[in-house]
């Protein structure tokens, strides 16, 4: 059963970076979309960005567009999620999900347990 691992949230101050990963246990990830979401105190799960299994298409919430941007190293298979000029809207917990059906379907089957990312004003 594939296992997704989260790391690399943090507490930073607005106008900060920071990078997330995604790390996987199985080596056919490298098959699979990718998303990242994200949820916030009180409020509903929601998207982030998403990346296809060759990296040639990514989807991006308005919210994180020009700000945000997913890659993946299929080598290690690792997910990165390069977050800049962060905001205090920002924080939530983020998760990673593996889609293994396909660009499109957002069946997200398998997720990771979430890493916290706090942006101070």
């Known amino acids: 059963q594939e296992q997704l691992v989260e790391s690399g949230g943090g507490l930073v101050q607005a106008g900060s970076s920071l990078r997330l990963s995604c790390t996987a246990s199985i080596s056919t990830f490298s098959l699979y979309v990718i998303g990242w979401f994200r949820q916030a105190p009180g409020k509903d799960r929601e998207f982030v960005a998403q990346?296809?299994?060759?990296?040639?298409?990514?989807a991006y919430a308005d919210s994180v567009k020009g700000r945000f941007t997913i890659s993946r190293d299929n080598a290690k298979k690792t997910v990165y999620l390069q977050m800049n000029s962060l905001k205090p809207e920002d924080t939530a917990v983020y998760y990673c999900?593996?889609?293994?059906?396909?660009?499109?379907?957002?069946?997200?089957?398998?997720w990771g347990q979430g890493t916290q990312v706090t942006v101070s004003s």
């Open positions: 999900a593996e889609d293994q059906i396909g660009w499109g379907s957002n069946n997200y089957r398998y």
């Open positions: 990346i296809s299994p060759n990296p040639r298409l990514t």
